[in-house]
């Protein structure tokens, strides 16, 4: 999608679609004044007649060739003025993209950034339309023998109209920051919606060897006998029971002084979960395609990161492999060894996750992070506990902890913390081993964020289990792209500093 600043009269644009909001009562904002007034009066005889109510999401096509240079004219609802937050507001924008991707026009101009939102200003508005209108084109049918016909005709200009030449640079600012945010929320959904078949622990590596060249990330690929001689015991432990190697894979991005700590983000990549010997019942078991949605937010956060050459050193590990049945896979009551010397006694194949990140984790230790945040889906408990709404968000480190939830709140790729009290480590208790990898049925989510606790000694930590937030399941089912807004609005927040 291309984007243009003007500060003209809306009025006088030259485009497919003019976009203009009214709220609830039929109030006109500005740009609906101006293009009610050249266009004889026009929305206010459409208020008259109850065509133009101003509901919240609602969207009325109007065609007006005659009256302005637009030849169509699309009225969006905007809702209560008073009431208008950033949530229903990104409601509203979803609303009218895709009514414009029905009008088959190839470009628009849109002037909503100009409603009045809650705590939001004109460049958080306009970066929450950059977003909107991404996802709205965001199709996935590289797979299909036959694409949509609809691509002929796809919006691919966007028009925004600023009242004040003063506004210009904090609008163009913020479209830089939805694009770039857009443009890793989509990689990482593109790689997630990719089948376990083609979306191999290899093919990620391939993916980062292609930014590596693209965006001039210093890329690193572990192998298997690497990761032995580092005693990766516990993530390699996983991989047995499949036939692709597993990889740890390394990105640097180095936009900060040399001497300056990095960021170090860790993604769960774990390409297909079955299971292994604990296997998964067989409904739904082909989403679990998406256990590697944190690994493929971390690709997703480095895209966006270099794409703004932020000022800051941020790396990015994921650890990826296959979780299979197979006769050398583990088993129940298996005790492995970790990077970090602990012995974990295995009680569920299928809590894997935990078991690959624990030695990523100890290995960015080797890169002595200022912050280190691991994005994993986890965890069902998460998923019963905060739903869709919300990733969870665990941390050892107050300040890490509020950056996130307030990057969280910004992007409105939303967190919610959720306690790391030592009354739930006794529930990791071995008789056996230094550590079990489950904790029984109370507080999963909970004693999972614990288990990781034990392997970041020392250091800034923070955990998103992102496992009710990453992708939609049943007749929906795809991949969000998220906490790539998220991760990417800390990192920008933490390069202001």
């Given at each position: 999608?291309?984007?243009?600043i003007t500060t003209g009269d809306c009025a006088d644009i030259s485009t497919d679609c003019l976009v203009v909001g009214v709220y609830a009562g039929s109030k006109l904002t500005p740009s609906a004044i101006a293009v009610d007034q050249a266009a004889g009066g026009l929305l206010k005889r459409l208020a008259k007649r109850g065509d133009i109510e101003g509901e919240s999401g609602h969207t009325l096509l109007v065609p007006c060739e005659d009256h302005l240079r637009a030849p169509r004219l699309l009225v969006v609802g905007l809702g209560d003025a008073d009431q208008l937050d950033a949530d229903e507001f990104l409601a509203v924008v979803r609303s009218a993209a895709t009514a ?398």
């Amino acid at each position: 999608m291309k984007y243009t600043i003007t500060t003209g009269d809306c009025a006088d644009i030259s485009t497919d679609c003019l976009v203009v909001g009214v709220y609830a009562g039929s109030k006109l904002t500005p740009s609906a004044i101006a293009v009610d007034q050249a266009a004889g009066g026009l929305l206010k005889r459409l208020a008259k007649r109850g065509d133009i109510e101003g509901e919240s999401g609602h969207t009325l096509l109007v065609p007006c060739e005659d009256h302005l240079r637009a030849p169509r004219l699309l009225v969006v609802g905007l809702g209560d003025a008073d009431q208008l937050d950033a949530d229903e507001f990104l409601a509203v924008v979803r609303s009218a993209a895709t009514a414009l991707q029905r009008t088959g026009a190839t470009n628009a101009a849109v002037t909503l950034a100009e409603a009045k939102v809650k705590q939001r200003d004109l460049g958080d508005r306009t970066r929450i339309i950059v977003e909107a209108f991404a996802v709205s084109r965001y199709r996935f049918d590289r797979l299909k023998s036959k694409k949509s016909k609809s691509k002929n005709r796809t919006l691919s200009k966007i028009v925004l109209p600023v009242k004040e030449k003063s506004s210009v640079a904090a609008v163009r600012r913020s479209v830089r920051e939805g694009e770039a945010v857009s443009s890793g929320v989509q990689l990482a959904r593109d790689l997630a919606n990719l089948p376990g078949n083609i979306c191999t622990p290899s093919y990620l590596a391939e993916q980062a060897r292609k930014l590596q060249r693209s965006h001039q990330l210093k890329v690193s690929i572990l192998s298997e006998p690497q990761m032995r001689s580092l005693k990766m015991g516990s993530l390699l432990s996983v991989t047995r029971g499949s036939r692709e190697p597993a990889k740890l894979i390394i990105m640097e991005y180095r936009g900060g002084a040399k001497s300056s700590p990095p960021v170090v983000l860790v993604g769960k990549g774990l390409t297909f979960d079955a299971g292994g010997i604990s296997l998964k019942p067989a409904g739904k078991m082909d989403e679990m395609k998406y256990d590697m949605c944190g690994g493929a937010s971390v690709f997703g956060t480095l895209l966006a990161t270099a794409e703004l050459k932020l000022p800051l050193n941020v790396i990015g590990i994921v650890p990826s492999c296959e979780n299979l049945p197979d006769g050398a896979a583990n088993k129940p009551g298996d005790i492995v060894k970790s990077m970090s010397g602990q012995t974990i006694e295995i009680l569920n194949t299928d809590a894997e996750g935990r078991l690959i990140l624990c030695d990523a984790l100890t290995y960015a230790k080797r890169f002595k992070p200022d912050a280190i945040i691991d994005i994993a889906t986890l965890t069902g408990a998460c998923v019963i506990a905060l739903g869709d709404p919300a990733s969870g968000l665990f941390s050892n480190n107050e300040q890490l902890a509020k950056g996130l939830l307030e990057a969280g709140e910004s992007s409105g790729d939303r967190a919610w913390r959720l306690p790391l009290w030592k009354q739930y480590q006794k529930q990791l208790n071995s008789p056996f081993a230094d550590i079990a990898n489950i904790g029984g049925r109370g507080g999963g989510a909970i004693t999972a964020a614990c288990f990781l606790s034990r392997f970041t000694d020392n250091l800034n930590w923070a955990h998103l289990d992102i496992a009710g937030t990453a992708y939609h399941s049943g007749n929906k089912k795809g991949a969000t792209g998220r906490p790539v807004g998220l991760l990417t609005q800390f990192l920008i927040q933490r390069s202001r500093n």
